[in-house]
């Protein structure tokens, strides 16, 4: 009978501590929003044409993505207060 190895040593404190950085669709760029997982140009174009949201939902609801988008994204993302532009001349 071989011998009993104990599992490997990992460092769960440091995976469990190392915050994940969120894209905020409130104000994230168009290569900012093409990091998340599904979004390409067309669905970046989508969501920052909707601007602003006021819940992960309208992702769907307003700015017109599939559900499959939407739930590869939804624990990614955040929305936070649009920063103010400069008023279009």
Do not use: C, F, W
Not at 16 to 33: G, M, Q
Not at 45 to 53: D, N, V
């Amino acid at each position: 009978m071989p011998p009993v190895r104990p599992p490997a040593a990992t460092d769960k404190k440091s995976a469990a501590t190392k915050p994940v950085k969120k894209v905020d669709l409130n104000n994230a760029s168009l290569e900012e929003l093409k990091t998340l997982p599904t979004v390409g140009d067309a669905e970046a174009k989508a969501i920052i044409a909707h601007r602003p949201y006021k819940s992960k939902g309208e992702l769907v609801t307003k700015a017109g993505l599939p559900e499959g988008v939407y739930h590869a994204v939804k624990h990614k993302v955040e929305m936070q207060t649009p920063r103010k532009t400069a008023p279009k001349k």
